[in-house]
């Protein structure tokens, strides 16, 4: 029951529900923090207004509240709301619970009323504290929202329960534990005050005394209040509109909105709505049984690491203490080695321990509060919580089912110390692994019908055998010189198609691939022999060897985004093993003749975030959640200079997406730039801003639309990141000294759609002013 507080909870007072009414989010909030919340608006933005001007909006329009900052240049504008004109823009707050809050708009004229009944301004707007979500109110104002009475109920059972010892209502002072309650007049009493006051005799004779508990269950069993309808305040709900999913009285149908909606038996869709969300809770209860015995699994895998941990230092030390002074400098060198590894072992299962423990808390809180909703005996007001509900408990199961209960680290140190080699040789000493967690994978097969060759290209296509159960981390691709010399590695990476380029024209190339994963490479393919086309006059593209170039735009999953500048893609590998030859000068001088290449990718589905939705051979991408998540490109860059655009093909709402890069490592559920893994711009309808470790810089004017173009370009040779929009440069230069290996990324929420476009060569004029520089 404990875990179920939170679900009780007003994100506004965080403090239990008082009175709570729905809002059309299906959230909740209490009736006196509802008002505190409201916000008035324009009166260009009223309903009466927009009907005016023939616009046809609903009244229940969400608004752009929360994107007009005012504040200096280093201030970001994100978390903040804005008032309009008519009021000042105040910062948003955070309620106890740690939900952020918009603030009140200015205090309401003084009156006699109560704060529950007083009227609400006229153009008022409430914006739900938790899915941010605004909407204008109409006459009624909170009257038009219904009331949970569900929750209420819930809230009481869960306070009596946590209450301590009854005590008596009559009690002048320190009040004495209750001996029996009186039914017919709802008290409790203790031994002197029912004697003094409720004497058995005369009229009170007749009154029914029960035990302390049996009178606390009799109140909780009494009847409640019959539900009323929102739009007629006199009636009772004795229907169900299935079209709009809520209970209505018999004036609505005769007369509202619902006189032509398809309507059933409130009692039926009460029984059949409860039978669903009994069986949704069945599947949740499941999950929740094998996160119990996940964590448990975990908790024992911090044992087991610790234990062979400890076992596996002994070894080491004693091995190292073998090889007397010669080894020492270098056994502290291991043991370092062996630590980081243990470190990083228990920080990734704790980690899991403590990311699974509060999932599965509140999963367990959810459930706790659907089985009292369940036993709730109002079927209006279970109706009107249900369909939410029901959806939750799906959405709670599904976010455990994908490899949420699968431990992310082994508990094995697949490390082992070679004392073999000679005493002259102890500066090369290294563990080496002798635990293979899976065999090599399966030869790959080359698919004959798809491989060819045109002018002075082939293209070439591999797979996996069928039957191959080892799965492969990629490929490794190899050319002769076409004199039949010495095979060269072209291609390293995950594809298993590419086309190589600038071939010897009229020549025989034999072709061979192998597959690799980390416990080593599969044996080579069979060779295959290709014929490229007689000569023509293009003699610049010919080179001695086979080097990829630029790729044409059908070509869109080239390998080779990064192979000329020879970045390293495979351990102790790179694209080209250069030997000392002639050739090696004639491929440079060849190359200067080449324009320069450019970089194909695609999103990377595998880091994403689980709410990333891919689309568009991952090239499009959107998100189901309202909160920021990120998602990664394929490829990433340490050299070089490097430039794609991001086309914004749906915007709502107005939110804040980011552009920019970031280390494989970087957060995943928070905006891009939070961390200080990240380097982004974050760009609303009206400007953008700099950010990385969640520093906000360079706020400029200027943002995006739907339709609009993002522009990023890496210079890893200046080591400088700069953006654009729409062809032009957004703000000065935004970072730089950036250094290391990066990765394209992105950050958007459900509001957003972006389509990623690469394989573009650097803007003309930025080539132009790096040459001149």
């Not at 955070?94 to 009323?113: D, E, I, Q, W, Y």
């Amino acid at each position: 029951m404990e875990e179920m507080e939170e679900e009780l909870k007003c994100p506004v007072c965080g403090s239990f529900y008082r009175e709570p009414i729905i809002l059309p989010c299906s959230h909740n909030l209490c009736q006196a923090c509802a008002r505190n919340i409201l916000v008035q608006t324009p009166e260009s933005e009223s309903p009466q207004s927009r009907r005016a001007s023939g616009s046809g909006v609903s009244d229940y329009d969400y608004l752009d509240l929360d994107k007009m900052s005012l504040y200096s240049e280093a201030d970001s504008g994100y978390g903040s709301y804005g008032g309009f004109a008519s009021a000042p823009t105040t910062p948003c707050q955070k309620s106890p619970n740690g939900v952020r809050v918009f603030p009140p708009a200015m205090p309401p004229p003084a009156t006699h009323l109560s704060p529950a009944l007083a009227s609400v301004p006229r153009n008022s707007c409430i914006t739900c504290p938790q899915c941010h979500r605004s909407l204008i109110l109409d006459d009624r104002g909170l009257r038009g929202f219904p009331k949970n009475r569900v929750l209420e109920g819930v809230i009481d059972r869960y306070q009596q329960s946590k209450a301590a010892a009854l005590k008596c209502q009559l009690c002048e002072k320190a009040p004495k534990e209750a001996t029996v309650m009186c039914e017919q007049c709802d008290v409790f009493y203790c031994d002197p005050c029912r004697l003094r006051c409720h004497p058995p005799r005369g009229p009170l004779a007749k009154h029914r005394l029960v035990p302390p508990a049996q009178g606390r269950v009799s109140r909780r069993l009494s009847p409640r209040k019959v539900s009323t309808c929102t739009d007629h305040e006199l009636e009772n709900h004795s229907m169900y509109c299935v079209q709009c999913k809520m209970p209505v009285c018999y004036q609505c149908l005769e007369e509202g909105k619902h006189s032509s909606h398809e309507v059933k038996a409130l009692g039926a869709m009460w029984k059949l709505h409860k039978s669903q969300l009994s069986q949704a809770l069945n599947g949740l209860s499941d999950r929740a049984k094998e996160a119990k015995e996940f964590l448990v699994q975990l908790r024992n895998m911090v044992q087991q690491i610790q234990e062979n941990s400890v076992e596996f230092e002994a070894c080491l030390v004693a091995q190292c203490d073998a090889l007397i002074d010669a080894l020492n400098r270098r056994k502290a060198q291991l043991l370092a080695r062996v630590n980081k590894e243990h470190e990083h072992k228990l920080k990734v299962v704790r980690d899991q321990i403590s990311h699974c423990t509060v999932k599965l808390r509140q999963t367990t809180g959810l459930m706790e509060y659907c089985l009292e909703v369940i036993k709730e005996n109002d079927p209006s007001g279970f109706l009107q919580i249900s369909d939410a509900l029901i959806r939750r408990v799906h959405l709670t199961e599904d976010q455990w089912g994908k490899g949420t209960l699968t431990p992310r680290m082994t508990t094995d140190f697949d490390l082992s110390l070679d004392n073999s080699p000679l005493l002259q040789s102890i500066h090369q000493l290294d563990f080496v692994q002798v635990k293979a967690s899976s065999p090599v994978p399966a030869t790959p097969i080359l698919q004959l019908e798809e491989c060819c060759t045109h002018n002075n290209s082939a293209t070439l296509s591999w797979k996996q055998p069928p039957l191959s159960t080892v799965p492969a981390e990629g490929y490794i691709l190899e050319l002769d010189d076409g004199n039949g010399g010495q095979f060269r590695e072209v291609y390293v990476g995950k594809e298993t198609m590419c086309t190589v380029d600038g071939l010897h024209f009229n020549s025989t190339y034999n072709a061979r691939v192998k597959a690799f994963n980390k416990t080593g490479v599969s044996p080579y393919s069979k060779t295959l022999v290709l014929q490229t086309s007689e000569d023509t006059d293009s003699e610049e593209q010919t080179l001695p060897f086979p080097v990829p170039s630029e790729r044409l735009p059908l070509r869109r999953m080239s390998p080779f985004s990064s192979t000329l500048n020879l970045q390293p893609s495979f351990p102790g590998r790179s694209y080209f093993d250069f030997r000392p030859s002639p050739h090696q000068l004639s491929l440079h001088s060849s190359l200067q003749s080449l324009n320069a290449p450019v970089a194909w990718f695609a999103f990377d589905p595998g880091s994403a975030h689980s709410d990333i939705i891919f689309s568009n051979d991952n090239l499009t991408v959107t998100c189901s959640s309202y909160d920021d998540r990120v998602v990664l490109g394929k490829t990433g860059f340490s050299k070089g200079v490097h430039y794609w655009e991001l086309t914004v093909d749906r915007y709502d709402n107005h939110p804040d997406p980011a552009f920019g890069v970031a280390r494989i490592d970087v957060m995943k559920d928070v905006m891009l730039g939070k961390d200080d893994k990240a380097w982004a711009m974050y760009v609303d309808n009206n400007r953008s801003w700099f950010m990385h470790n969640n520093s906000h810089t360079n706020r400029t004017e200027g943002g995006i639309t739907k339709g609009a173009t993002v522009g990023v370009l890496l210079d890893l040779n200046r080591k400088t990141l700069t953006f654009f929009i729409n062809d032009e440069q957004q703000g000065p230069i935004a970072f730089e000294n950036v250094e290391g290996l990066f990765f394209p990324a992105v950050s958007l929420n459900r509001n957003v759609q972006v389509t990623l476009h690469t394989g573009l060569p650097v803007p003309d004029f930025y080539s132009s002013r790096a040459s001149i520089a």
